[in-house]
């Protein structure tokens, strides 16, 4: 049996749908805040909060876990700018209460979902899993601080365990089962397209004064597909004895602002009206992985590796949902 926190989420339902697919048992744990019903098509439910360690010894009390895969989490760099003690409370305590519980129950394997966001500024691109760790922003902090006690807990008594450290999530379940779908929704791609299907006035289109090609933000986009599959091997190597490793997850190649918004016009054959507005606090110019470390450890390599393929299964499931 494996536990997903979060998993009625978006990379949390496709994982879930993948690990179903692959024959293990799944329990969901969501609290439903930011999480949805209706992603939570396979496994069972179990609704609980890791800001109330009762619920999570509840859920451990009722199963016995193989390993834990950890994705509850709030998730907008701008809102952990306006409410920082929202994402310490949530991100935070609740990780620890989770690792409390694990080590009650003799749980030894995570994997924990950590983001690109505690590099902050790199100074050299491609990142690595070396790059110095320096967030400037609370959602990033959060994120390092739960990766530090997860290593602590490790040398507490033995527990083992992946960390991923996300680049930009995108698109969309190939058979349209399940997507990306954010109440307030944040994420570009989406905002693109309902900008293109008429669903929302205009993009904002944050900073075009970036020191980049066309002075807009370059990020590295993964499908959630190439994701969950991540999620998978990570697993597969914790119970085949593999040793606790930090990976990061992206495909190597960044896309601006600018070349997005073209990429959604060209898949959509619309037109994506936008215009430009300030910086978001708290957003570095440039995240661009480097996912030699993956490849070699976890023979892991992305299927989708050119944006319109990423934006052409997002567009898919949003017209099909719309």
């Known amino acids: 049996m494996i536990l997903i926190t979060g998993g009625a989420g ?25 999480g949805h019903l209706d992603f939570v098509k396979w496994g069972e439910f179990f609704k609980g909060d890791l800001r109330n360690i009762e619920d999570i010894e509840e859920v451990f009390r009722q199963y016995s876990f193989k390993a834990v895969i950890h994705f509850a989490a709030y998730a907008y760099v701008g809102e952990s700018v306006e409410n920082p003690d929202m994402y310490y409370e949530n991100n935070v305590l609740g990780t620890l209460n989770l690792l409390k519980v694990m080590k009650k129950y003799k749980v030894q394997n995570i994997i924990f ?38 290593k602590d807990f490790a040398e507490s008594f033995g527990l083992k365990y992946v960390i991923l450290r996300y680049f930009n999530a995108a698109g969309a379940d190939l058979e349209g089962e399940v997507g990306e779908l954010h109440h307030p929704e944040t994420h570009l791609i989406p905002l693109a397209i309902y900008s ?20 807009t933000c370059i990020r590295d986009y993964i499908h959630v597909f190439d994701l969950a599959d991540a999620h998978i091997k990570s697993l597969e190597y914790l119970l085949g004895g593999g040793s606790s490793e930090v990976f990061n997850v992206g495909i190597g190649t960044g896309f601006s602002v600018q070349e997005v918004i073209e990429a959604v016009n060209k898949v959509t054959a619309k037109k994506v009206n936008y215009e430009y507005s300030s910086r978001r606090p708290g957003d570095p ?38």
Not at 19 to 30: E, N, P, W
Not at 123 to 132: C, L, S, V
Not at 285 to 291: F, G, Q
Not at 306 to 313: D, F, Y
Request: net charge positive.
């Open 285 to 322: 110019p440039m995240l661009v992985a480097s996912k030699e470390k993956i490849s070699k450890v976890l023979k892991w390599q992305p299927r989708f590796t050119h944006i319109e393929q990423i934006i052409q299964s997002a567009y898919n499931w949003h017209v099909k949902n719309s």
């Open 196 to 215: 293109a299907l008429g669903k929302i006035d205009r993009l904002q289109v944050l900073g075009r004064d970036y020191p980049t090609k066309d002075g």
């Open 113 to 150: 979902s950590s983001s690109c966001a505690t590099y902050g500024i790199p100074q050299k691109i491609p990142i690595t899993e070396n790059t110095p760790q320096v967030p400037i922003n609370p959602y990033g902090k959060s994120k390092l601080f739960s990766e530090n006690m997860i």
């Open 10 to 34: 978006y990379i949390g339902s496709h994982t879930n749908k993948m690990l179903s697919q692959k024959g293990y048992k799944t329990i969901v744990f969501d609290n439903l805040e930011r």
